[in-house]
T-cell receptor
């Protein structure tokens, strides 16, 4: 069946480095994609979104890239900080309008 | 603007019981979605309500139900609880349905013994 998935379950980076978190999706009808950050004991926090008519969107220290050809989504975090340590989820909204989440990637930032 | 609030934050029930969870969306938001989060299955969509009507439903048994009130507050109910229902139940609100950003509450952690 169709699914949203992440390439890596864990990612460890040095403070100050850039982080790249990847996500693969298989529903070509999905037209809205979101990245969430979830810290321990909290609900997911919206980071950035992108619609299918775009291939790049930038926020504060974050950039989302969408490659519809290979159905790939990535989140880039510039100058990663200890406060960025969390689990990151990609999510897609498909043609039936329900939100489907990937498994999540745990980002650990080493001081 | 206050965020999404969920009550209670923690709950312990026994098998066979039923439970009702509550969610108050961000002021002005009319869409409320519910999710179940477990270590094994991740975040799974339960259902979405918009203007007191269920718009979408995930692949969960009929023991899981919900409703939305005229003030957009929402409740979800789980009847005949099973051990596997132990999870973090998250509520998210958005201004409307469709391509709208969803903002999550802190969740209700349910433990079924």
């Amino acid at each position: 069946g169709e699914s949203v998935g992440l390439h890596l379950p864990t990612l460890s980076v040095q403070e100050g480095d850039n982080s790249i978190i990847n996500c693969a999706y298989s529903n070509s009808a999905s037209d809205y994609f979101i990245w969430y950050k979830q810290e321990s004991g909290k609900g997911p926090q919206f980071i950035i979104d992108i619609r299918s008519n775009m291939d790049k969107r930038q926020g504060q220290r974050v950039t989302v890239l969408l490659n519809k050809t290979v159905k790939h989504l990535s989140l880039q975090i510039a100058a990663t900080q200890p406060g960025d340590s969390a689990v990151y989820f990609c999510a897609e909204k498909g043609n039936n309008n329900d939100m489907r989440f990937g498994a999540g990637t745990r980002l650990t930032v080493k001081p | 603007k206050a965020g999404v609030t969920q009550t209670p934050r923690y709950l312990i029930k026994t098998r066979g019981q039923q439970v009702t969870l509550s969610c108050s969306p961000i002021s002005g938001h009319r869409s409320v979605s519910w999710y179940q989060q477990t270590p094994g299955q991740g975040l799974q969509f339960l259902f979405e309500y918009f203007s007191e009507t269920q718009r979408n439903k995930g692949n969960f048994p009929g023991r899981f139900s919900g409703r939305q009130f005229s003030n957009s507050r929402s409740e979800m109910n789980v009847s005949t609880l099973e051990l596997g229902d132990s999870a973090l139940y998250l509520c998210a609100s958005s201004r409307s349905s469709g391509q709208e950003t969803q903002y999550f509450g802190p969740g209700t952690r349910l433990l079924v013994l």
